[in-house]
C-alpha cells in the first residue's frame, strides 16, 4: 500500500512540475466515437416497410427510422413516436398523442398527417409492406390535429402496439417514401451517408435528433457485411470489425469464448428454424406424409451437428421465451420406425424423391445437410437446392410457392399468426386455426389471448404445415471494452442508441 502511495505522490509531483516549467502534459485519449458492425448478409434494401428480409431492420430499424412504439431488449413494448395512447372500453379506439419537434432528416417535421400517410401506405390496395395483413385491421384513422391520431379498428386487437413496434411499422416521410429502399430518410438518432454495395453500409449520428435524452454516443457507425464464416472470425480478430452481433459460426464462437480480447454471449432470440412444406404439391398435402418427415428427425442431434449444441427443439411455431409458450416437442417425437409405417400407409413404401431449396445462411445449408441423413433412413431422397437469399427464395418460394420443401429462420416475435395467411408460402388451410389466431388477436384479455395462442401452437404440432426444428441463440461477439450492444434479440435489431466505448 504505502510503495502504491509513493508511486501515486511522485507522479502528482512530476505532473505538476512539468506544468510549472511549460512542458505539456498528454491528455488521456478519449474514447472512440465510431463502431464497425460485422453482419453475414447484406440486405437488399433499406426500406423495412416494403420487404421482409431481416437484415434490413438489423441495420435501419431504431438507427434511421422509429416507429409509433417499439420493442426493447426485453421484449417489452415502449413508447417512441407516440408518446402515450389509450384505448377505448369496447378496445376498437386507439388514440395516440404524438412528440412534437420530431423531425426527418430531410428536415421535414413528423406529425398526425405523416403518421396517418405511414400506416395508409401500409395497407392501400397497392401495399408490399411484408406485414400488410396487420394494419388491415385498421377501419379508418384520424388526425383532429398535429399530434393526435386516432385509428378506429374493425375489431379489437390485443397485439396492436406490438405490431406497431416492428420494423414493417416506422413512420416515412412522404416526400421520401419512394427513395427509402436505396436512400432511407427516417427520424431516428442516425441518418444515412453511403451504401457501398457488396460491402458495407455508414451511418452519421443525427444533430437534430428529436430526443435528446437518448441522443447516442456514436458519431459515426459501419456496418460491413462478411458471408464467409472464416472471414468474420479473421475480421474480428485483426480488429476489422469491433463486433459480430449475430455469429455465424457456433465451432468459431467457441473459440472466442476464452480469448479474453472479446465478449461472447449467447442470448435469447425469436429465431424459429423451420423446414415449410408445400402442400399445394404431393405428396405434402397428406398429414401422414408430413408427420413422417417430422417423426425421421431427431432435434437434438440436429442442433448438435448443425449448430453446436447452441439451440432449443421447438415442437410448434413459438419459441420458450414467448409468453403462453407449449412444449410440444413430444407430439411428433423422433421415430423412424414409426416413420416408416406411416409413409407406407400413404402409399410410399419405398419412399420419394423432394427438393429443398436452402438459402445460403450457415444453419440452412448445414441443417439441409442433415436432414438429408435423417430422410435418407426412411427412405426419402432430399435433394438440395442452394437459394439465394433473399432475392431468389423471395421470387421463388415466399412469392411464387415453387418448392417442395424449404428451410428457414422466421424471426419475428409472436409471428404464429402466419399460417391464418391465406396465401402464405406453406399453402396450410385450417379454418379451426384461422379461428384460433382471430380470437387470440381480436382478445384484449391477455390470459384468453395466451390460452388460444396455446392451442394453435397444439394444432400446428399435429397438423405439422412445417418442421418444426430448434430455435437459434443469438451469438454475439464484439470487443470487450464495447458497451451497449443487445444481449438477446426478441426482433433483429442492432440498436445503437446505448452503444458506446468504455473509457
Given at each position: ?96 398523442r404524438l412528440v412534437e419537434g420530431a423531425i426527418f432528416h430531410n428536415g421535414a417535421a413528423f406529425d398526425s398527417a405523416t403518421a396517418k400517410f405511414s400506416l395508409d401506405r401500409a395497407r392501400g390496395e397497392a401495399s408490399t409492406n411484408p406485414q400488410k395483413q396487420f394494419f388491415t385491421g385498421i377501419e379508418s384513422i384520424e388526425t383532429p390535429d398535429p399530434a393526435t391520431l386516432v385509428l378506429q379498428l374493425k375489431a379489437p386487437s390485443g397485439n396492436l ?17 419512394e427513395t427509402n429502399r436505396a436512400q432511407p430518410v427516417g427520424t431516428g438518432p442516425f441518418r444515412f451517408a453511403e451504401w457501398r454495395q457488396g460491402d458495407r453500409v455508414r451511418l452519421v449520428r443525427s444533430e437534430t435528433y428529436w430526443d435528446k435524452s437518448a441522443a447516442p454516443v456514436l458519431a459515426s457507425a459501419t456496418f460491413r457485411f462478411i458471408t464467409d464464416p472464416q472471414a468474420q472470425a479473421a475480421a474480428m480478430r485483426a480488429g476489422d470489425v ?262
Amino acid at each position: 500500500m504505502r510503495q502504491h502511495l509513493r508511486t501515486a505522490l511522485v507522479s502528482a509531483c512530476f505532473a505538476l512540475a512539468t506544468m510549472a516549467a511549460g512542458v505539456p502534459v498528454p491528455a488521456a485519449a478519449a474514447p472512440r466515437d465510431d463502431v464497425t458492425i460485422g453482419m453475414g448478409i447484406e440486405p437488399a434494401g433499406l426500406d423495412p416497410t416494403i420487404a421482409a428480409p431481416a437484415a434490413i431492420g438489423q441495420v435501419v430499424w431504431q438507427n434511421v427510422f422509429e416507429g409509433l412504439t417499439r420493442i426493447d431488449e426485453s421484449g417489452a413494448v415502449r413508447p417512441q413516436l407516440a408518446r402515450e395512447w389509450t384505448v377505448s372500453p369496447d378496445g376498437r379506439t386507439v388514440t395516440f398523442r404524438l412528440v412534437e419537434g420530431a423531425i426527418f432528416h430531410n428536415g421535414a417535421a413528423f406529425d398526425s398527417a405523416t403518421a396517418k400517410f405511414s400506416l395508409d401506405r401500409a395497407r392501400g390496395e397497392a401495399s408490399t409492406n411484408p406485414q400488410k395483413q396487420f394494419f388491415t385491421g385498421i377501419e379508418s384513422i384520424e388526425t383532429p390535429d398535429p399530434a393526435t391520431l386516432v385509428l378506429q379498428l374493425k375489431a379489437p386487437s390485443g397485439n396492436l402496439l406490438t405490431w406497431l413496434g416492428w420494423p414493417a411499422s416506422v413512420m416515412v416521410e412522404p416526400g421520401s417514401a419512394e427513395t427509402n429502399r436505396a436512400q432511407p430518410v427516417g427520424t431516428g438518432p442516425f441518418r444515412f451517408a453511403e451504401w457501398r454495395q457488396g460491402d458495407r453500409v455508414r451511418l452519421v449520428r443525427s444533430e437534430t435528433y428529436w430526443d435528446k435524452s437518448a441522443a447516442p454516443v456514436l458519431a459515426s457507425a459501419t456496418f460491413r457485411f462478411i458471408t464467409d464464416p472464416q472471414a468474420q472470425a479473421a475480421a474480428m480478430r485483426a480488429g476489422d470489425v469491433d463486433a459480430f452481433p449475430e455469429f455465424g459460426t457456433p465451432e468459431l464462437f467457441a473459440a472466442f469464448e476464452t480469448d479474453g480480447r472479446f465478449a461472447a454471449v449467447a442470448g435469447n432470440t425469436e429465431l424459429k428454424v423451420v423446414a415449410g412444406l408445400n402442400e399445394r404439391r404431393k405428396p405434402f398435402d397428406d398429414p401422414r406424409v408430413r408427420r413422417a418427415l417430422m417423426m425421421a428427425i431427431d432435434r437434438q442431434a440436429l442442433v448438435d451437428a448443425a449448430w453446436g449444441g447452441y439451440g432449443t427443439p421447438i415442437g410448434s411455431h413459438y419459441t420458450p421465451n414467448g409468453p403462453g409458450f407449449r412444449d410440444l416437442t413430444g407430439v411428433a417425437p423422433y421415430d423412424p420406425d414409426a416413420a416408416k409405417t406411416l409413409l407406407a400407409e400413404a402409399g410410399y413404401p419405398d419412399g420419394f424423391t423432394m427438393t429443398i431449396r436452402s438459402p445460403q445462411m450457415a444453419y440452412a445449408t448445414r441443417s439441409a445437410e442433415i436432414l438429408q441423413g435423417f430422410l435418407a433412413e426412411i427412405g426419402v431422397t432430399l435433394i438440395i437446392v442452394p437459394t439465394e437469399f433473399p432475392a431468389v427464395w423471395v421470387d421463388q418460394v415466399l412469392k411464387g410457392h415453387d418448392f417442395d420443401m424449404t428451410i428457414v429462420a422466421h424471426a419475428e416475435p409472436m409471428d404464429i399468426g402466419i399460417y391464418a395467411r391465406p396465401d402464405y408460402y406453406f399453402g396450410y388451410r385450417n379454418p379451426e386455426f384461422d379461428a384460433l389466431i382471430a380470437q387470440a388477436e381480436a382478445s384484449v384479455d391477455e390470459a384468453r389471448r395466451l390460452s388460444l395462442y396455446g392451442e394453435a401452437q397444439a394444432r400446428l404440432a399435429q397438423d405439422l404445415p412445417a418442421l418444426y426444428l430448434f430455435v437459434m441463440p443469438k451469438l454475439g461477439l464484439w470487443d470487450k471494452r464495447l458497451d451497449g450492444l443487445w444481449h438477446d434479440e426478441p426482433i433483429p435489431s442492432n440498436d445503437l442508441t446505448d452503444v458506446r466505448w468504455r473509457e
